[in-house]
């Protein structure tokens, strides 16, 4: 079972391999506070791009879960779940929720 | 991580797609390939996945084994392609679907999955197949050369959104090649076919792996959203 806690990680993780690339004022926080879209962001759009796709990535290397984050739902929700980190997991979270009880 | 640079090849099974296995094999290259059937092609370099382009599950599970097992992707070959010689009255629904599939959502597929993995290492070459029956407009072949007119539009978008990312995309568009793709094809009308070319004759393995080349060498990373078209049409 892949809890919160551990999408939380995975997305830090992957905040952590994105901040090597970007500079100091752009890094981001690893908090569930974050926030990736919109106002307030400090990621471009391939930021968040590669933000997406490497928690894609990790979540399947450690959780062998092919979790497509961006998907139609995603892409047509009123708040979108890419807002902040925590509406990230929350998003997350529901996916893998639901995938598993396919 | 894998040493060879890694390459994928859609339909490898046969006709170019297995040439182009065989040729980048010989070129040091660590080649995956794919089709819908088994293939006979035997190197330890080589690995085949039986699969539908267009089947978003089995391409996904593709690239994760590359991924795990190669650590890279160097270059995308989009080749799997499915033509089909019919009057636009004579056009089954079920050709419509299978061309649309195979030759429009299997290389947009293969695209966005190959360019998840290249922006990795942010350096990337993919190259997609297009046709000459598209600029030359052939009857009989409405609902192909539309398929491939997408695969254009795919190629000039691609190159710009992937660009920032290190990631080149281009198209060959090759002449008739003597494969199975044509062996429907009446006589005549492939003759009319290669008249209209400036250089009359059908192509060659060769002359695709030579614009591939240039494609995906080194010093083309300032070549993107191109597409060449053989025979001088």
Known sequence: MVDKKNILEEIYGAIGQLNGELPPDSQLDSSAETVLFGA????????????????????????????????ERAMSQKNSPFRTVGTLADYVELLLGESSRE | MS??????????????????????????????????EESDLKDPHYRHFCLDVADETAVRDLFTAVRKDCGRLDVLVNNAGIASMNHVLLTPMKTVESITRTNIIGTFLFCREAAKLMQ????????????????????????YAASKAAVVSLTEILARELAQLGITVNAVGPTPVHTDLIRSVPKDKMDALIDR?????????????????????????????????????
């Open chain 2, 197 to 233: 070319q400036a250089i009359k004759r059908f192509g060659e393995f060769r002359d695709i792996t030579n614009v591939i080349d240039f494609f995906i060498h080194p010093q083309s990373d300032f070549v993107t959203g191109q597409v060449v078209y053989l025979g001088g049409v």
């Open chain 2, 120 to 143: 990795l290492a942010r350096i990337g070459r993919i190259v997609n197949f297009a046709t000459v029956a598209t600029p030359l407009k052939l009857e009989g072949e409405a609902l």
């Open chain 1, 40 to 71: 307030g962001s400090k990621l471009d759009s391939l930021g968040l791009v590669n933000l997406i796709v490497g928690t894609e990535q990790r979540l399947q290397d450690r959780f062998g879960v092919a979790v497509t984050i961006a998907d």
């Open chain 2, 3 to 36: 040493e060879r640079p890694v390459m994928i090849i859609t339909g490898t099974r046969k006709g170019i797609g297995r040439h182009l296995a065989e040729y980048y094999l010989a070129r040091d290259f660590e080649v995956v390939g794919c089709s819908r």
